[in-house]
C-alpha cells in the first residue's frame, strides 16, 4: 500500500519508559512528588566556562549561523584527538573523528554505514536500549550473550567466542555499562579483544561515554589501546553528554579507521549535515578547559552511588552490585514479585517498576528493556537526600503490602 509505514520499523521496540514516563508525569501533574531514578542525564549543569565559550562565539564573526564542515570544527576534532591521547591513551587523526548529533547519533551513523540484513551483531546483555534497536532498524539480527552477576555483568571470554560465527558483522562493548554500571578491568578487557582479534574478522565498536565517571580509583582502559594491530576495524564511541553534564547540547562522536570515517561522512552528510555549530563550540570549551567540574561531578556521584546501593541492598530481599562507574545501580527485585498490585500478585520487572511508581512514588526503569528480566535499573543522578527519600518510600510501600 502506497501509504503504508515502512516495515523495518515492525521490529522496533516502543519503549517501555515512554509509558512509564508519560504515567510518571501525569502524577507530576496532579502535583506528586514523584523520586526520579529513571532519567539518563547528570542532574548538575556544565561548567560556567562552557556557556560563556558559546556566547563569544555567538558574538564572534562570522558567528555561529553557518554551516560547518560535515565531519565537525577542525579544532574540535583536533581537542577531540589530544583528549583521546591524554584521557584513554592512544592518538588518533582528526581525520578519523566524525562530530555527531550526539554519541546516539554516531552509533546511528555507523548502523547505516556497517549492517545488513543478514548480519549479525553481538551484544552483551543487558545491553543500553538502542543497540539492538539500531541493528534491526538496518534489517540486521542482534545476538546476544547473556552476562551475571556473578560474573559482574561482565561477559566470558568462553562464551563470547560461542557467539560469534562468519555473520558477525559487528561487536558492541559499553564499559562502564548503561545499565549496569560495570566496566571490564584490563585483563577482563584484554580477554575479550583477544577473543575478538583471533576469532572473529568483524568491527569491534566500544561504547566509551561513561569512562570519566569511574569511581574508587577504577582505571578506564580504552579497548584502543589493547589492539593495535587491529585498529583498522575498530571503533569507538564517545561524546560530551554524560562527562561534561551537557545531554541538551548533543554533541557526540565515533573515532573510525579513516575507511569507515569517510563511509560514515557520506550518511551524515546526507542526514543532519553538521552538528549544532554554536554546540560544537561548547564542547571544544568543555573538552579543553579546567577538568576539576568533572573531579567534583565524578566524586560527587561516587558518594551517590554508595548511598544508592547500600540502601536499595537494605530493601527487603533485594540486591544489588557495587557498580565500577556510570550512575546506575541495577538491583535485582525478584524478591518483590507476589507483592499484591492491582488485584494480582506483581509477576515481572515491569509490575514491580509500576507498582513502585504507584505505590512509592519512585520511577525507575524496568530491567526487561536492557534485556535483564527481573532487575530494575535506578538512574543516582539526583542528590543523596531524595535517593534516601525514595527508597525510604520504596521500603514503606513494601512494609504496607503485607506481601
Ligand atoms: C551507553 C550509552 N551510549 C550512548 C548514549 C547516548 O549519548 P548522547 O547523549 O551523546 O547521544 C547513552 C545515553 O544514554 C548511553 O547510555
Known amino acids: 500500500m502506497p501509504t503504508s509505514l515502512a516495515k523495518r520499523l515492525d521490529v522496533v521496540q516502543p519503549s517501555v519508559t515512554l509509558a512509564m ?17 529513571g532519567v539518563g542525564e547528570p542532574d548538575f549543569e556544565p561548567p560556567a566556562f562552557v556557556f560563556e565559550a558559546a556566547r563569544k562565539a555567538m558574538e564572534t564573526k562570522p558567528g555561529v549561523s553557518k554551516y560547518t564542515a560535515v565531519t565537525g570544527i577542525p579544532a574540535l576534532k583536533q581537542a577531540i584527538c589530544a583528549r583521546t591521547a591524554e584521557m584513554r591513551g592512544w ?3 582528526p581525520a578519523q573523528v566524525t562530530v555527531a548529533v550526539g554519541a546516539k547519533h554516531a552509533l546511528f551513523n555507523l548502523a547505516i554505514a556497517l549492517y545488513e540484513p543478514g548480519d549479525e551483531v553481538v551484544i552483551p546483555a543487558p545491553y543500553w536500549v538502542s543497540y539492538p534497536e539500531q541493528v534491526k532498524i538496518c534489517g540486521a539480527t542482534p545476538v546476544f550473550v547473556e552476562t551475571s552477576v556473578e560474573d559482574g555483568f561482565k561477559m ?27 566496566a571490564y578491568n584490563r585483563e577482563e578487557l584484554q580477554a575479550i579483544v583477544d577473543v575478538w582479534k583471533t576469532k572473529s574478522d568483524s568491527w569491534l565498536i566500544v561504547d566509551e561515554i561513561y569512562a570519566d565517571l569511574v569511581y574508587d580509583g577504577f582505571k578506564h582502559v580504552s579497548a584502543a589501546t589493547l589492539a593495535p594491530d587491529a585498529m583498522d576495524r575498530m571503533v569507538i564511541i564517545d561524546g560530551v553528554s554524560k562527562t561534561y553534564a551537557m545531554t541538551g ?3 557526540g562522536w565515533s573515532i573510525a579507521p579513516e575507511r569507515l570515517a569517510k563511509a560514515m561522512d557520506t550518511v551524515q552528510g546526507q542526514s543532519t549535515t553538521n552538528a549544532t555549530a554554536i554546540a560544537q563550540h561548547a564542547a571544544i570549551a568543555a573538552i579543553t578547559g579546567p577538568q576539576d567540574e568533572v573531579v567534583k561531578m565524578r566524586d560527587a556521584f561516587a558518594k551517590r552511588r ?7 541492598n537494605s ?4 540486591k544489588c552490585r557495587t557498580p565500577e562507574g556510570a550512575f546506575y545501580a541495577f538491583a535485582d527485585c525478584r524478591s518483590l514479585y507476589g507483592i499484591p498490585y492491582k488485584g494480582k500478585p506483581i509477576a515481572n520487572d515491569e509490575d514491580v517498576a509500576f507498582w513502585m511508581l504507584d505505590e512509592a512514588n519512585v520511577a525507575a526503569v524496568p530491567g526487561g528493556a536492557f534485556g535483564a528480566p527481573g532487575y530494575i535499573r535506578f538512574s543516582y543522578a539526583t ?19 503485607k506481601k
Not at 530493601?315 to 533485594?318: P, S
Open 21 to 37: 514516563n508519560a504515567r510518571a508525569a501525569e502524577k507530576r501533574a496532579a502535583g506528586v512528588d514523584v523520586y526520579a531514578f
Open 91 to 93: 592518538t588518533p587523526k
Open 156 to 182: 566470558k571470554p568462553e562464551a563470547f567466542a560461542k557467539a560469534l560465527t562468519p555473520k558477525t558483522k559487528a561487536v558492541i562493548l559499553c564499559t562502564p555499562s548503561n545499565p549496569t554500571g560495570s
Open 249 to 251: 547540547w548533543r554533541i
Open 306 to 312: 554508595d548511598v544508592m546501593v547500600a540502601e536499595l
Open 315 to 318: 530493601i527487603r530481599g533485594v
Open 383 to 401: 542528590n543523596e537526600e531524595r535517593i534516601r527519600g525514595g527508597i525510604a518510600s520504596i521500603k514503606a510501600a513494601v512494609e504496607r503490602s
